[in-house]
């Protein structure tokens, strides 16, 4: 398992070849790459930083990879985060996973997704031309993580 | 030997990002009464200050709170050293 957090960009296909090295037992790699919009909410975006709680952050992602073992027969799990200012169409996130069968690469893919997007500490701020706001979050991303949850059973 | 269930703590608070700009802090120490030293106490304290305190903790604003770099909920209880960070709803991704 390797959870990164860093300023630095990332060469997606060069950590997935690390990721799978020499485990021939690997039949699925999914990977998930989030990356900087130039428009969000109607207002065209110049940069976006992200900040992060550091001491907590790598913490919260392992500990969410941890749950994606625990739910999935998958091999192993890489997620690099980025921190610091970004412009459009820079890459802010890399989940990658491999299993042996796509199943469950690509659930735990999403798993982690939906997670690190409801859990893991990190704060986005844009600056528009009308200038700098923080992102609010999503109820759509507190229901994709929901769903993850066993539904409650009614008594 | 002194009940130490009474005694007053103090913990240490971290503010981020759209509360660190409001409250115009990265952090401070707050002491609280040892009566009640559960979250909601420390949050009700703060509140209590008004102003942007006032205004980012009132009942129904969404605020997170991780003691020692897990998340809590506001029953949670709180010990002397504590480290308390109090943010937004988490926007990574």
Redesign the interface.
Known sequence: MTVRVQTDDFDAGREIAALRAGDARVGAVATFI?TVRDVNDAAHVVTLT????P??TE??LEAIVAEARTRFDIFDALVI?RVGTLAPADQ??LVAVTSAHRGEAFDACRFL?DY??????????ETTPQGAR????RASDDEAAARWEPPSVPR | MPDSRNSAITVHLVYLARLREAFGRAGEPLTLPGADSSVAALLAALRERGGSFGLELATGRAVRVAVNHALVATDAALRDGDEVALFPPVTGG
């Open positions: 989030g992200l900040e992060h709680y001491g907590m913490q919260a985060h802010i996130v997704m690190l997007k409801t859990r893991a500490p990190f704060w986005k701020k923080w992102v609010d979050a």
